[in-house]
């Protein structure tokens, strides 16, 4: 059974110290240690950033997506020493498991959609601070189709390539998706992205 996803309290407080600007911006806002950075990174809201190649970006515009949230928490990480790493996975998505998507995904008879999702890696646990842990959570992914660390810089490019190279063979591979091309069933993934924006 894969380790499920689990949210920013199994991170440590530990207590940051300045040592560079994802560092200085965290303790301006009061989160002092680690486990107040991700928390405080978990209550913005969930929203596409302007620049995604902005280390802050996510303090700057108050809000931030998978990736750039688990980014700039890999930043830290990095600053202060700790073992963090950033993952890019890909799982099936549907209303269970990402509640919204499911009257896109019905609408356009798609059962599952495969979905990039960024996340941390500590002490063996997949962390996700963009999934509530408060009440009525979301079912936790139960697989991930494809996994691998990566750096901050790859948020961009290379996760959206890397997606549209898998939509690419699964397209091929699964029959409810036959006659739609790579830019149809990317316009219905975008449609299910827009359902879980504000």
Request: glycine share 6%; hydrophobic share 40%; charged share 30%.
């Amino acid at each position: 059974m894969e380790p499920r996803l689990c949210s920013w309290d199994l991170f440590d407080p530990v207590p940051l110290k300045p040592a560079g600007d994802i560092s200085d911006a965290f303790i301006q806002v009061g989160a002092l240690d680690y486990r107040a950075a991700a928390r405080f990174v978990s209550r913005l809201p969930y929203g596409r950033n302007t620049i995604v190649s902005d280390p802050l970006i996510v303090m700057r515009e108050r809000r931030g997506t998978c990736s750039t949230k688990h980014a700039l928490l890999r930043r830290l990480a990095r600053e202060q020493g700790l073992d963090v790493t950033l993952v890019l996975g890909i799982y099936e998505m549907n209303e269970r498991n990402t509640p919204g998507v499911g009257p896109i995904l019905k609408r356009h008879e798609l059962a599952t959609l495969p979905e990039a999702q960024c996340y941390l890696r500590f002490r063996g646990n997949r962390i996700d601070v963009t999934r509530a842990i408060e009440a009525h959570p979301a079912e936790a992914i139960a697989k991930f189709l494809h996994e691998e660390d990566i750096t901050p810089e790859q948020i961009g490019d290379h996760k959206r390539t890397l997606h549209r190279q898998f939509l690419q063979r699964w397209i091929a591979e699964i029959e409810t998706s036959s006659g739609r091309d790579l830019e149809e069933i990317w316009r219905i993934r975008e449609e299910c992205i827009k359902a879980l924006g504000p």
